[in-house]
């Protein structure tokens, strides 16, 4: 299993402003990922971190709006930039250690006004 | 568009009895599945898998069946308790890749 911790754990923020959320995992690992939980909908794949490069954006995310850094294979940072409401979300750090199971962090919930 | 489906958003069971949370998918790529529990203001935590090349796999209370001529996946509970109350994530993957798609959750409630 790994071990991964999220900061922060919650905020409210004003509109129009950006927060950084960090992610730290108690070991190496190859792949990091940032997940968002809106209300009432599934766990949507943000990007993938990847150490040494750009990180991988999906469908739908952009850096610009989320950029993320991963400086090392224990650490990874997501910025949501210029805030809006429809941002309040629970934004999820989670890392592999196998193509079978990905582990979670515990969430950063963030509240936007 | 949704490759994994979780159509019961809640789910309420006596305890003791057997849950049955269930999920479709509908992308025949797909070769691994799992199952995640999650309670309020944690991360989900994982629970159960199963490879395509099954169609059970048990661990002790959980066992997770799966029809992939129907490409339907189910979580079985027996005997639910109490502490089982969360909200259940599937998802799924294909191995070539390393991207999990995830259903929408079903809330369940064991009731004492």
Redesign the interface.
Same mark, same amino acid.
């Given at each position: 299993s790994a071990v991964i911790s999220q900061k922060p754990s919650r905020d409210i923020c004003q509109r129009g402003t950006s927060l950084t959320i960090q992610c730290q995992v108690d070991s190496q690992v190859t792949m990091m990922f940032w997940y968002r939980q809106q209300p009432g909908q599934s766990l949507t794949l943000i990007a993938t971190a990847n150490q040494g490069s750009e990180a991988t954006y999906e469908s739908g995310f952009v850096i610009d709006k989320f950029p993320i850094s991963r400086p090392n294979l224990t650490f990874s940072t997501l910025t949501v930039s210029n805030m809006s409401p429809e941002d309040s979300s629970i934004y999820l750090c989670s890392v592999t250690r196998s193509a079978e199971t990905q582990y979670f962090g515990p969430g950063t919930r963030l509240l936007v006004l | 568009d949704?490759q994994?489906k979780q159509n019961s958003?809640s789910l309420s069971v006596q305890e003791g009895r057997i849950s049955i949370l269930n999920c479709d998918y509908t992308n025949s790529m797909f070769d691994?599945f799992?199952w995640?529990k999650k309670y309020p203001?944690?991360?989900?935590?994982?629970l159960i898998?199963i490879s395509s090349i099954k169609d059970k796999n048990e661990d002790g209370r959980f066992t997770v069946f799966l029809n992939k001529s129907a490409k339907h996946l189910s979580l079985h509970i027996v005997p639910s308790q109490p502490g089982d109350s969360a909200v259940y @994530?599937c998802?799924a993957?294909a191995?070539t890749g390393?991207? @999990?798609y @995830?259903?929408?959750?079903t809330s369940l409630t064991v009731i004492p």
């Open positions: - | 949704q994994v958003p691994y799992l995640y203001a944690e991360g989900p935590t994982f898998s @994530f998802a993957s191995r390393n991207q @999990f @995830f259903g929408t959750g």
